[in-house]
C-alpha cells in the first residue's frame, strides 16, 4: 500500500533548492526551486510545498558536510561548513517532525549517484561512482545499490592533484592548496580565466589544464574504488568535449595497467550523466523509497 | 554440521605461498610454506597439504590482479602479471576441482583486509581500509564485512603521488613513473638507498620521503572512500616511528577539512594491523566460512 504513495525529494544546494514528488521509478510529478538563504526560511518553504501531497517519504540530497551516520542522534545534522546559517542545522530532525513521515538524508553527490545507479547511466553496474564539477567537485559512490558511507560520506573532491606545470594560480578551496575542486571546479575555472567558463571556446588552452586536473582525480578513483562506470556530471561537464579529453589522460596515466573489464571500452566507462541535472532528486525519491524497506531507517 | 569442518587457507605472495587450515573464527591450526615457483609445482603442493584435512571450504588470497568477478566463467583466474608462469592460470578451477569443495578467491591484500575487518584492528567498523606496504603497495576495503568489488579489486597502490621535492629517483613501477608503488614500496625504498630498508637508522632522512609519499596515499583513500578506520601492514610498516610521521603529515594535508568522527583521533585513525602478519591467512578462513552462506559462490 505504501509504495503505492508519493514520495518527496529536496535537493539542497549552495545556490538554490529544489523540492519534488514524484514515484518509486524515479519520475517527477511536481517541481518547486527558491534560492538558498537560512534554514528557517528554507525548512519552512520545503514542509509547505511537500506538506501539500499526501507523500510516504522523504529523500534529501545536500551539500555537506553532513552526518549520515545511522542511529546516531545526530543523523541529517549539517555540520560546519562555509554558510554560516546551515552550520549545525538539525535538518532532518526538522523535517521529519514538520512531515511526520521517514526521511532519509545522504549529501547531495551520493544522491546524485543514487540517481545514476538507479535509473541513469550506472543503471545495472554493481559499483557506481559519479563525479560533479560545478561550482565544487564532489564524488558519490553506491556499492551494490547502497551509498557508500564510512567515517561520512566521501569527500573526493578534495583530494590531492599535481599541479599542471607551471601553473600558479592559488587554489579556489579555502582548505587544501592542492585539491581537485581548488583546482578544477567552476569557480577555479572562473578564478584562471577571469570570466566565466560557460564563455570560453572549446579550443582555448585552459581545457587542457582542467582536463590534466580532471584526469587525475579520475584515476585515482578508478584505481582506489575499482568502479564499474564513472559518470560525470555537473556543469563543467556540459562541455562534452572535456569527455575524450579526460578518457585520453586516463588512459595514458594508466600505461596499459588496470586495463581490463568495463574500462577497456573508455568511451562506456567515463561517461555523461543521462539524467539531464535531475540525478539527485531522482536519488532522493530512491532514498525514500528505500525507508519503506530499510531496517536502518532512523525513525 | 558444516560449521564445524576446518576450513583451509591459502596466501599466495611473489616470492612465497602459505597454505593454512583453521577454524572460521580465525585461528590457525597448521600452517606450511613453500616457495613461489610455477603453478604446475605450486598447486599440486596446495592441495597435498589441504587434501589432508576434512576441510569444508577454501579461501584464496593471491597477488594479482586476478578475475573476482562472480558466476563469471573465468572467475578466479589470475590475469596478466609480470610472472609469467602465472598468468591465465585457472586457480580456482584447479583448486576447485582438486579439492572437491567450495573455493573463494580474492587479491591479497583484499584477504588481509577482511583479516583485519573480523579479527584485527578493523573489529566493528563499517568500512575498513587496508593499505600493505612491501615489495609492492596494495590497498583492499571492506564495506559492511564484504570486500568491495567492481570493474576488479582495488589497485590503489597505483594511485598517483605528487614527488617530494628534488626527489629525482626513477620509478621502481614499470607501468607509472609517479605512482605510490613506485616511488614508496620496500622495492622502491631499496632502490633510494641502494640497499635493504631494515639496515635503515630511523634518523635517515630518507623516510621522511617514504612518509610524504604513503601520506598521499592515505589522504587520498581517506577522502575518496571515507572508511571509519585505515589499516597499515606490510614489511615497511613494522617500523613503527612510521605512523606518527604519516599522521602527521596526513593532517597538515587535511588543513582542518574532513576532521571527523574517528578521524578526531588519529592515533585511532590510521594504526598498525593487529594480526602480526596473519590477516591474509585470517582473512581467507573467513573467506571460506562465508561461502557456507554467501548466495554467489561459484559453486
Known amino acids: 500500500m505504501k509504495s503505492d ?71 541529517g545534522m549539517i555540520l560546519a561548513c562555509p554558510r554560516k546559517a546551515w552550520s549545525y542545522c538539525r535538518l532532518w530532525e526538522s523535517l521529519s517532525s514538520g512531515l511526520n513521515v521517514p526521511v532519509s538524508v545522504d549529501s547531495d553527490v551520493n544522491a546524485a549517484c543514487i540517481g545514476e545507479a538507479r535509473f541513469g547511466a550506472g543503471k545495472g553496474k554493481q559499483n557506481v561512482l559519479y563525479i560533479t564539477v560545478g561550482t565544487g567537485i564532489g564524488i558519490g559512490i553506491v556499492i551494490d545499490g547502497k551509498p557508500l558511507h564510512g567515517m561520512l560520506h566521501p569527500e573526493g573532491g578534495h583530494s ?88 585520453r589522460n586516463v588512459v595514458e596515466q594508466l600505461h596499459g595497467h588496470y586495463i581490463w573489464g568495463e574500462s577497456e571500452d573508455m568511451d562506456s566507462y567515463i561517461v555523461p550523466s543521462q539524467l539531464g541535472g535531475d540525478q539527485a532528486l531522482k536519488g532522493c525519491l530512491a532514498m525514500a523509497a528505500d525507508t519503506f524497506g530499510h531496517p536502518s531507517c532512523p525513525l
Not at 514515484?23 to 534560492?35: A, C, L, M, Q, V
Not at 528554507?42 to 542511529?71: C, H, K
Not at 579556489?172 to 581537485?180: K, L, T
Request: some cysteine.
Open 5 to 75: 504513495k508519493l514520495l518527496g525529494a529536496i535537493e539542497i544546494g549552495g545556490t538554490k533548492i529544489i523540492c519534488a514528488v514524484g514515484n518509486h521509478d524515479g519520475s517527477i510529478h511536481e517541481k518547486i526551486r527558491f534560492p538558498t538563504s537560512t534554514p528557517d526560511e528554507n525548512i519552512p518553504q520545503m514542509i509547505d510545498f511537500l506538506g501539500g501531497y499526501d507523500i510516504g517519504a522523504v529523500g534529501v540530497g545536500t551539500v555537506g558536510p553532513v552526518n549520515i551516520r545511522e542511529r546516531c542522534r545526530d543523523y
Open 160 to 247: 590531492k592533484v599535481e599541479r599542471y606545470p607551471g601553473d600558479i594560480m592559488q587554489s579556489a578551496c579555502r582548505f587544501h592548496p592542492d585539491c581537485a575542486e581548488g583546482m578544477a571546479s567552476g569557480t577555479a575555472l572562473g578564478k584562471r580565466i577571469g570570466g566565466r567558463g560557460e564563455n570560453i571556446p572549446e579550443d582555448d588552452p585552459v581545457w587542457g589544464i582542467e582536463a590534466h586536473y580532471l584526469s587525475q582525480l579520475v584515476r585515482n578513483c578508478m584505481q582506489i574504488v575499482s568502479p564499474n562506470v564513472i559518470v560525470m556530471g555537473g556543469g563543467v561537464m556540459e562541455r562534452e568535449f572535456l569527455f575524450p579529453m579526460i578518457r
